[in-house]
């Protein structure tokens, strides 16, 4: 691949990323306000919606690798997934009644849930045969979702109907489709089995702590998107407002994922993990205390580091941790926990506690359970640190 076909790429893949995240962007941060305002539904029927997304994505993902494994076309199925994501999406309003609002977004999740990894399969085989940063390529995703939570806070505002976020949500993954013209075809091969590598795994003591702690530190930070809505709204903020805000927060994200790597060098990754960790812990306590909206709005720009920081730390570690022959299922394993089981959790709990108790009470537990998985981070640190002192041979 020359140069110039080489940069050509690039750019596609990045355009790729700022309109898949565009979509994702569009309907996530206000799902929860549909489907409590448009379709009437409790808190706690709402969290079963939406953590049916985070729980399909931990049994399709793996059902999406080993097919694109088998037939050597991810690109293809790339295609596959964001088609029928969109067709489902556009039919999604249309539902009214709690089962069908359930097995329709069940039947959303099923496609949307292998954008990511085919793409991530993708791209990072890309980055790593033609010297690029993958960084560079996903932060472009963090500001399509900004830009896309930012326009459908102003629509839904203006014109008064939530459903633009299913129409946005479509319209982002044809635009997506275009750039997939230009992806590479096949990413790497595969050349571990998921079960033999999961045997490996389940014997490397610290990566398994890691992703305990991984499940209590991410997952309420995924929650958060489909709830932070509703909580702006408790706290005397708009839908124009919603959107202000995840554009400051997830705008934010994007010039730390740059720097990221740099400042992983400089003060270590698993430093970082814990300073992530840390402000999402306390940012979670603060709402806990229901400061004023303006104060909220304030607070989101810490989402550069409780996010954009995270997610490069955490895939380093991963990849260190793992032995090398098993580092592909290692990342996918990361990702079923915090994820898929991590999300799924916290965003079904998360909707209880709002029915029962309130939204401030969901983000003090969300502070209390990061609190843990920081611990746990200090246990893992310390391991790699005793394990680094041993003697060899």
Known sequence: MTKPSIEK???????????????FGSLFPLLSVFLEEEKGLNHTQIGLV????????????????????????????????????AILGLLYPFMQLFPFLLIGIISIAVFQSGIV???????????HSNGKEYGNIRLWGAIGFAVSVFILGRVT?????????????????????IALFQFPRRSEEVSVSFRAGLKVLLKQKPFMLFLVSNFFIFGPVLANNYYFGTFILSVGGTLSGVGIAFLLAAGSEAPFMKYAQKVIDSVGVLNVILLSALVSCSRWFLYFFEPSSELVYATTI????????????????????????????AVGLYSAVGN?????????????????????????FFSGMTLLGILLVTVVKKWITNLMKEPIG
Not at 306 to 329: F, M, N, Q
Not at 344 to 357: H, L, Q
């Open 9 to 23: 790429t690039y750019r596609f893949i990045q355009l790729f990323y700022f309109f898949a995240f565009f979509s």
């Open 50 to 85: 939406i953590a049916a997304l985070p729980l399909v994505t931990i049994f399709v993902q793996p059902v999406w690798g080993m097919i694109s494994d088998y037939t050597r076309r991810p690109k293809r199925l790339l295609m596959i997934a964001s088609i029928m994501a």
């Open 117 to 127: 990894p085919l793409s991530d399969s993708l791209s990072l085989n890309f980055v």
């Open 157 to 177: 505002d203006l014109t008064g109907s939530l459903n633009w976020i299913f129409y946005f949500f479509s319209f982002g993954l044809i635009l997506a489709l």
């Open 302 to 329: 810490v989402q550069g580091i409780s996010v954009g920081l995270y997610i490069p730390a955490a895939l380093i570690l991963v990849r260190e941790l793992a032995p090398p022959e098993v580092r592909a299922t």
């Open 340 to 364: 898929g089981l991590g999300n799924a959790f916290f965003t079904f709990t998360g909707g209880v506690m709002i029915d029962i108790w309130s939204t401030a009470g969901m983000y003090g």
